[in-house]
């Protein structure tokens, strides 16, 4: 078997996983911080979690010497927090918010959670290394989480309400304040429209990231990359591997215009996003259809 490591990392993007930003500091004073996605639970009694780091990375040092490290689970409004840390710079933390935990590691502020650590355990894996820590210290506060899959940001969305068999008889008044809620009606239409419409949009062999990056660049004119990772929601090393397969695939070139192939692949994409909204929408007038589109663009614009 001819094993593709690319084409391995983008399997294993189909496991959703929250966003942390992994912390440390060292006896000196010197801090890092370094985006991850890696981190898992591992024992209750002791309470052990893990998480792994590149063998490569240049934060290695600090972990290496920092007896402590603290674990800060994103949320969903903290994409740019996420972004920042995945990046190199000279001083990540400057005009950041965050208190300082066991062993001085540093806690972001406004997040869901984080878990203050000892080092416990460091075990070679591969091409990372695998950091087990000891939780001292922990505090949640229940925020919407930020999620990762396929190569794209994404949000928790409960599913709401249960199936109901043909046998069933469901009184009338079930779940009548939660069928007149706004928030409740959302989520089970984007609920519903997930479900539908991402099985198609993946059949024509793009993951979302990467059908995400086609449609924008079909829609922009002469966009540079760092213009490119602002329009989209997604990491911006995950941005640098969609373009990578993108242009190896030969749907776009390295100035990151779009190929024949690569308009007939957008087009494509369109095709299936207008058939779904066609289908959703068709029973309705165009002056109603019209009115949820200025509703929907009103409600965003107050939320921003």
């Given at each position: 078997m001819n094993f593709d490591a690319k084409d391995f990392r983008r399997a294993l993007g189909n496991f959703a996983t929250g966003v942390t930003v992994v912390t440390a500091q060292d006896a000196e004073g010197n801090k890092v911080g370094v985006t991850a996605n890696s981190f898992n639970s591992v024992s209750l009694d002791p309470p052990l979690v893990l998480w792994s780091l590149v063998k490569t990375s240049s934060s290695y040092d600090i972990f290496e010497k920092s007896e402590h490290f603290a674990v800060n689970i994103l949320a969903a409004d903290q994409i740019d927090l996420?972004?920042?840390?995945?990046?190199?710079?000279?001083?990540?933390?400057?005009?950041?918010?965050?208190?300082?935990?066991?062993?001085?590691?540093?806690?972001?502020?406004?997040?869901?959670?984080?878990?203050?650590?000892?080092?416990?355990?460091?075990?070679?894996?591969?091409?990372?290394?695998?950091?087990?820590?000891?939780?001292?210290?922990?505090?949640?506060?229940?925020?919407?989480?930020?999620?990762?899959?396929?190569?794209?940001?994404?949000?928790?969305?409960?599913?709401?309400g249960s199936a109901s068999s043909d046998h069933t008889v469901v009184p009338a008044d079930t779940l009548k304040r939660l069928n007149n809620n706004a928030f409740y009606l959302m989520n089970k239409v984007l609920q519903k429209i997930q479900e539908n419409y991402l099985p198609k949009q993946a059949s024509i062999g793009l993951n979302t990231s990467e059908a995400r990056l086609l449609l924008v660049l079909s829609d922009t004119q002469e966009v540079?990359?760092?213009?490119?990772?602002?329009?989209?929601?997604?990491?911006?090393?995950?941005?640098e591997s969609g373009i990578e397969r993108l242009t190896q695939t030969g749907l776009i070139t390295q100035s990151l215009a779009l190929t024949a192939?690569?308009?007939?692949?957008?087009?494509?994409?369109?095709?299936?996003?207008?058939?779904?909204?066609?289908?959703?929408?068709?029973?309705?007038?165009?002056?109603?259809?019209?009115?949820?589109?200025?509703?929907?663009?009103?409600?965003?614009?107050?939320?921003?």
């Open positions: 996420s972004n920042n840390f995945a990046k190199p710079s000279d001083d990540k933390f400057a005009g950041i918010e965050y208190g300082l935990g066991a062993g001085n590691s540093p806690i972001l502020k406004n997040t869901t959670a984080n878990f203050q650590c000892e080092k416990h355990q460091v075990i070679d894996g591969g091409d990372h290394w695998i950091m087990i820590g000891k939780v001292v210290a922990f505090e949640h506060v229940g925020r919407n989480p930020l999620l990762y899959v396929q190569g794209s940001y994404a949000g928790a969305i409960p599913f709401t540079s990359l760092d213009v490119l990772k602002e329009l989209v929601t997604i990491p911006a090393t995950d941005v192939k690569g308009q007939d692949m957008a087009a494509r994409l369109w095709d299936i996003a207008n058939k779904q909204q066609d289908d959703i929408f068709g029973a309705f007038s165009e002056e109603d259809y019209s009115q949820f589109k200025q509703l929907m663009q009103s409600v965003l614009k107050q939320l921003n």
